[in-house]
Structure formats: C-alpha cells, structure tokens
C-alpha cells in the first residue's frame, strides 16, 4: 500500500478521529484520570473489531490493543490523551491519540498482508507521574522494533529537544504560634520555604544553560496572624541526561534544606518516583520520517544541537529501550508555545485536523516501511539502543 492509498484510508477515518479529538478535548482528565479518554479510544478501537485490554500494564487508564501477523517486526503507536491544570489540552495531546488512532485503523486491513505486527498503547501520564514507564515496568514494550508517536507544536520538527527530568515536592514542618502575640515561639515553615526558593534562583546562575529548575508554592500557611506550621513547593528539576541529572538534584536539595534549617524547621523532600529520561531519536526511522513527510507536503526541520530547551517527556525513557522517534508537526501559528490556553485552542482548529490527518499518515506509512524498505529495519536495529541499562531508565 502507497502513501496515496494509506490517505486515502485516512480521509474516510477523518469524521470519527475529529469526533473522538474534539470529545477528549472538551473533557480534558489530569495524569491517571483519563477514564472518559481511555474509554472512547478502547470503544473505537473495539468497534472496529479490536481486542482491547483496558486498564493495560499496570494503568487503570492506560490501554493496549494489538494486530496483524504472528511474524515479523512489531510496532507500538503510542497515544497520550492527559491534559494540564487549568488550561486543559494546552499539549494538545488530543490531537496525539488521534493521530495514533488513525494510524492504527488505517493498519488494521493490511498489517497481516503485509507481515507486520502493531501493538497500540495507550500511555497515560505524561503531564507527570511517568504513565510509558510504568507501562514499561509490566512488559509493554517487550518484542517492540520500533515505537512512533507524534507530538504537535508550532512547527513541523524532526525531534524534541527533550532533557532528563525529576519531580520534587519539599514539605516544610514548623511550629505554629500568635504572629502578633508570640512569634517568638513559632518556626516559619513558609519562611523556610521562600528562604529555599530564593536558594535554588542563585543555584540558577551557576548551573549548565542545558538544565532548568523551576518551582512554585503550592501551600504557604491558613492565615496570617497564625506563623506557618506547614509550607510545600513543587519542583522540576531538569538535566541532559538522567546521569548529569543525580548531582544537580543534591544541588538542589541542599538549597532546600538549607532553608528549612535557617529558620528552625525541618524540610522533607520526595522525589518523583519516575525520572523521565533525555530523548535519544534513531536516526534511520528520523531520516525516514522526513522523505515521508517531504512526500506529503510537509518540511520538518531538525533543530540544531544547541537549539533550547524545548521539555521533557517519557517517551525518552522509551528512547533507551527500543528505537523510537518523537517529531513535532505543527497545528498552531509560528509562535504560540505549549502550555498556553491559545495553544489549547489551536488544537481543535483547522490546523489541528490537518495534523491529525497527515499525522496519521506519516505514522502509519513509516510503521509500514519497516516491512516494505528491506534494509530500513535492519538500520533501525542497528542504531538503536544497545548498552544502555534498562533497569537505569525504569527504575533509575
């Protein structure tokens, strides 16, 4: 099947991937409570006359559907459907599980013709809380060849620069006292806190300009004439890789306890169970990716080495274990960042169909490639992750 043909499967799937993107983003669901995304994916899927585990590997809201041959290579089309606070699918990850949903359908008439094997994942949390690498701890990719996702952005790009990544909320304990009658006998838990946060902005400055630290206050006392006996913050802590990132985190935790212990209190600090890893791209599948893309119309750019910071994601972790790719296609005007509320409209508009349409195409033809290219697996294989431990990037 020609990339013509793989189109024109697509467009007859077009009315129901707009229905189930436009249905997940009006009802945007924050890491592991993507119930009402899981369900319409699983009953779409279902109806086309897929198995579907629900509650896949682990997740109560992840899930995994798998078709085609008994032989041959096996491919994962990942789909993420959590959104942020506040400003919903601002990641536009609806467009994500449509793009992936689309690929999968139009696969499932010639996936066992043509000797391929694809597993869909549904991979929840991706906003925080490492759904793939939970998913990857219980065996989700396992006898995987290659794993594809698509991610939208402003631009078409062949990768993201994504770096290392761990969540960090620091608990801060003092004593409560009168402000007015006695302060005196209190220790100002937020005092401590803005002491560490005030830390952590001259720890900026003598950092690498590859790594971030961010954070903001999410509880800092009841009232004011009552002295904080509890404050907490929340932290990412950003590097290149997983191993640059253990001695940035003691610089960090040292800058919060040092806090804590200036104003008498006592600080504890509970790292994120799943450190996100950087994002390593293979590059036969990227370069691929591209003629595919040039083939639809499309130009990505591959971002220089030294480009910024763009975040981070676990599909990096996916990266060190099986070769995958990670491109950005663009749904929304040049300079409308991620995280926004204009980029959480972007992701129902025009734009946003047209990524969702050739999203679908270009993923579903390069999981096709792997088949049809001879040498194009065997490349793939070739550069994919080898000495890498994977008991370092799932259970750091």
Same mark, same amino acid.
């Given at each position: 099947?020609?990339?013509?043909?793989?189109?024109?499967?697509?467009?007859?799937?077009?009315?129901?991937?707009?229905?189930?993107?436009?249905?997940?983003?009006?009802?945007?669901?924050?890491?592991?409570?993507?119930?009402?995304?899981?369900?319409?994916?699983?009953?779409?899927? +279902?109806?086309?006359? *897929?198995?579907?585990?629900?509650?896949?590997?682990?997740?109560?809201?992840?899930?995994?559907?798998?078709?085609?041959?008994?032989?041959? $290579?096996?491919?994962?089309?990942?789909?993420?459907?959590?959104?942020?606070?506040?400003?919903?699918?601002?990641?536009?990850?609806?467009?994500?599980?449509?793009?992936?949903?689309?690929?999968?359908?139009?696969?499932?008439?010639? +996936?066992?013709?043509?000797? *391929?094997?694809?597993?869909?994942? &549904?991979?929840?949390?991706?906003?925080?809380?490492?759904?793939?690498?939970?998913?990857?701890? /219980? &065996?989700?990719?396992?006898?995987?060849?290659?794993? %594809?996702?698509?991610?939208?952005?402003?631009?078409?790009?062949?990768?993201?620069?994504?770096?290392?990544?761990?969540?960090?909320?620091?608990?801060?304990?003092?004593?409560?006292?009168?402000?007015?009658?006695?302060?005196?006998?209190?220790?100002?838990? *937020?005092?401590?806190?803005? =002491?560490?946060?005030?830390?952590?902005?001259? =720890?900026?400055?003598?950092?690498?300009?590859?790594?971030?630290?961010?954070?903001?206050?999410?509880?800092?006392?009841?009232?004011?004439?009552?002295?904080?006996?509890?404050?907490?913050? *929340?932290?990412?802590?950003?590097?290149?890789?997983?191993?640059?990132?253990?001695?940035?985190?003691?610089?960090?935790?040292?800058?919060?306890?040092?806090?804590?212990?200036?104003?008498?209190?006592?600080?504890?600090?509970?790292?994120?169970?799943?450190?996100?890893?950087?994002?390593?791209? /293979? $590059?036969?599948?990227?370069?691929?990716?591209?003629? %595919?893309?040039?083939?639809?119309?499309?130009?990505?750019?591959?971002?220089?080495?030294?480009?910024?910071?763009?975040?981070?994601?676990?599909?990096?972790?996916?990266?060190?274990?099986?070769?995958?790719?990670?491109?950005?296609?663009?749904?929304?005007?040049?300079?409308?960042?991620?995280?926004?509320?204009?980029?959480?409209?972007?992701?129902?508009?025009?734009?946003?169909?047209?990524?969702?349409?050739?999203?679908?195409?270009?993923?579903?033809?390069?999981?096709?490639?792997?088949?049809?290219?001879?040498?194009?697996?065997?490349?793939?294989?070739?550069?994919?992750?080898?000495?890498?431990?994977?008991?370092?990037?799932?259970?750091?």
């Amino acid at each position: 099947m020609s990339i013509t043909e793989i189109s024109t499967a697509v467009d007859r799937l077009m009315p129901e991937l707009i229905r189930t993107s436009t249905a997940i983003h009006a009802r945007p669901e924050l890491c592991f409570e993507e119930f009402f995304a899981m369900e319409i994916l699983s009953d779409v899927f +279902a109806s086309n006359g *897929l198995q579907v585990q629900r509650g896949a590997y682990g997740t109560a809201t992840g899930f995994a559907a798998e078709f085609g041959a008994n032989a041959g $290579p096996t491919v994962a089309l990942l789909l993420e459907y959590d959104a942020l606070p506040s400003i919903g699918h601002g990641c536009g990850h609806n467009v994500i599980a449509a793009a992936g949903l689309g690929a999968a359908l139009a696969l499932v008439p010639i +996936a066992s013709d043509l000797g *391929l094997r694809v597993r869909v994942l &549904g991979t929840p949390a991706e906003e925080g809380g490492g759904g793939k690498i939970k998913m990857a701890r /219980n &065996g989700a990719f396992s006898g995987i060849d290659a794993a %594809l996702m698509i991610h939208p952005a402003d631009h078409d790009l062949l990768r993201m620069n994504a770096i290392a990544i761990q969540e960090l909320r620091a608990i801060y304990r003092g004593k409560a006292a009168h402000a007015a009658s006695s302060p005196h006998e209190g220790r100002n838990a *937020l005092d401590a806190a803005v =002491l560490g946060y005030n830390a952590v902005a001259a =720890l900026r400055q003598h950092i690498r300009d590859t790594e971030r630290v961010h954070g903001i206050f999410v509880h800092g006392g009841d009232k004011p004439n009552v002295v904080p006996a509890h404050a907490e913050t *929340l932290w990412y802590v950003r590097s290149d890789t997983l191993t640059s990132l253990a001695p940035l985190r003691e610089r960090v935790a040292a800058a919060l306890i040092g806090g804590a212990q200036a104003c008498g209190c006592e600080v504890d600090l509970h790292w994120e169970e799943f450190a996100y890893a950087d994002m390593v791209d /293979n $590059p036969p599948l990227l370069a691929r990716y591209a003629e %595919l893309s040039r083939e639809l119309g499309r130009d990505p750019i591959m971002p220089s080495a030294d480009a910024r910071v763009v975040g981070s994601t676990d599909m990096g972790n996916v990266s060190h274990l099986v070769p995958s790719i990670h491109p950005m296609i663009a749904i929304a005007p040049p300079g409308t960042p991620l995280h926004t509320e204009d980029f959480a409209a972007a992701a129902i508009g025009e734009a946003a169909t047209a990524g969702i349409r050739d999203g679908a195409i270009l993923l579903a033809n390069l999981a096709c490639d792997l088949v049809r290219q001879g040498d194009l697996l065997s490349s793939v294989r070739a550069s994919g992750p080898h000495a890498q431990d994977a008991a370092g990037v799932l259970f750091g």
